[in-house]
Each structure stands twice: as C-alpha cells, then as structure tokens.
C-alpha cells in the first residue's frame, strides 16, 4: 500500500540555522500539506499546496518558512532561521482531494532547535 | 473558528471492554474524520463520516454524528492491547486543510 515517506526521521540543529525537511506524498494525490505538532500538544496546520502554489497557509507560517514542489515526487519544508520554538513534530501529508478530504499522514520529522 | 475537542483527555480501560470518545465541534461542516496517532508517531485515518450520515461502521470502529448537537463519537468494541493510542477527531477548515482536537488518549490494558 502506498504511504507518505518523510526524511530525516530525526533532526537536530542549532538555533538560527535552515532546515529541510523532506516528504515524498503518495504518488496519484494532488494536495500536500504540512502540520506540526509541539510535544504534548495538538496537531496544528502550517500550509496546504496544491497545483505548483500555496492554496492556504496558517499564522504559524511567517516568512521563516517555505514550501517547494521541487520535483515530481519529493515535497519540501524550509525553515530558514529556526528558533527554539520550532522544536516538534513536523508532519507532512497528501491527499487525492481537497476540500478537506481524508489525508495520508507520514510518519513525522521531529526537530529539536538547541 | 473550528474547535474539535474530545472527551474524554485519558481513558483506560481492560483488554476487552468498549471505548467511547466523544468530540465537539463548533461550525458547520461536511464531514468529520478520526484518526490514531500510536506514541510519536504519524497520524492513521480511521473512518470519514459525512455530514448526512448519522453512522458508519469500520470493523470493530462505529462513528456516530450527530450536527444538531455538533458532536461525534468513536466507539471501538471488544477493544485489544493494539488499539492503545491517541484518537483525535479533526474537521475541515479552511479551503482544504484540517483543525485537529485535543485527543484523548486510550490505554487498553492487557
């Protein structure tokens, strides 16, 4: 069965350094989206993609983050400057449909900013 | 705004028995999902039920609806050591994204 990957599964970086987090979406699906989730917390919506663009993104996503389709297959999260609150879960997911149809979650970067 | 919480925070119970989780929400919707998330680990999508179904079934899972009262409800019968997770309900919101509740965590205990 076709599932989303995310690498690295675990990352650690120093407060004020770029990360990528990488997301490979089941192949036929159209929408992406990524989410995050601080330890203990509820699962949050940062962004949603769909058709090479930004469709919809969250307060949470200022202009530290960005998002890239680079290929045909992979699905990228940038976080330039990370700060010590961007410690968390990052999930990535894809889904067939939009309109806030069922979405296939990957298994999660977590990120931890010292 | 969308708020899906669910009661209740901590369930636990023995090998065996029922679990019901309970989740409300406050704006019209189109459907509403549920979803297991095992320790640290990715969310799994359990059953979507829409908002014109009152109830929906999925092996040991049954969903409930009800809009007038903006509530849904996870029943998992004859529940086993695996089902041990969190269960979050999350509704549409937006253009096409979702807006998770709190969850409640199960501990089903051998």
């Known amino acids: 069965e076709p599932e989303v990957t995310q690498t690295p599964s675990h990352q650690v970086t120093q407060m004020g350094q770029e990360v990528i987090l990488r997301c490979v979406p089941i192949?036929?699906?159209?929408?992406f989206y990524w989410y995050r989730q601080i330890l203990g917390q509820k699962v949050e919506f940062l962004v949603s993609?769909?058709?090479?663009?930004?469709?919809?993104k969250s307060e949470i996503f200022d202009d530290q983050f960005s998002v890239e389709r680079p290929d045909g297959s992979n699905f990228t999260l940038k976080i330039r400057s990370t700060k010590l609150e961007d410690s968390a879960m990052y999930f990535c997911?894809?889904?067939?449909?939009?309109?806030?149809?069922?979405?296939?979650f990957g298994p999660g970067t977590r990120l931890l900013v010292l | 705004s969308q708020q899906g919480e669910e009661d209740p925070q901590a369930l636990s119970i023995q090998e065996g028995e029922n679990a019901t989780m309970n989740c409300s929400y406050k704006?019209?919707?189109?459907?509403l999902q549920w979803y297991r998330q095992n320790s640290g680990r990715g969310l799994v999508h359990l059953i979507l039920?829409?908002?014109?179904?009152r109830e929906k079934h999925s092996g040991r899972l049954r969903v409930t609806l009800d809009t007038s009262k903006k509530s849904s409800s996870l029943l998992i019968t004859a529940s086993r050591a695996a089902d041990t997770a969190s269960y979050f309900c999350?509704?549409?919101?937006?253009?096409?994204?979702?807006?998770f509740g709190t969850g409640t965590r199960l501990t089903v205990i051998p």
């Open positions: 997911a894809s889904g067939r449909d939009g309109g806030g149809e069922t979405q296939y």
């Open positions: 192949s036929n699906h159209l929408y």
């Open positions: 993609f769909y058709n090479n663009e930004i469709s919809e």
């Open positions: 704006t019209s919707i189109n459907n």
């Open positions: 039920i829409r908002s014109n179904e």
């Open positions: 999350a509704t549409p919101t937006g253009a096409n994204n979702l807006f």
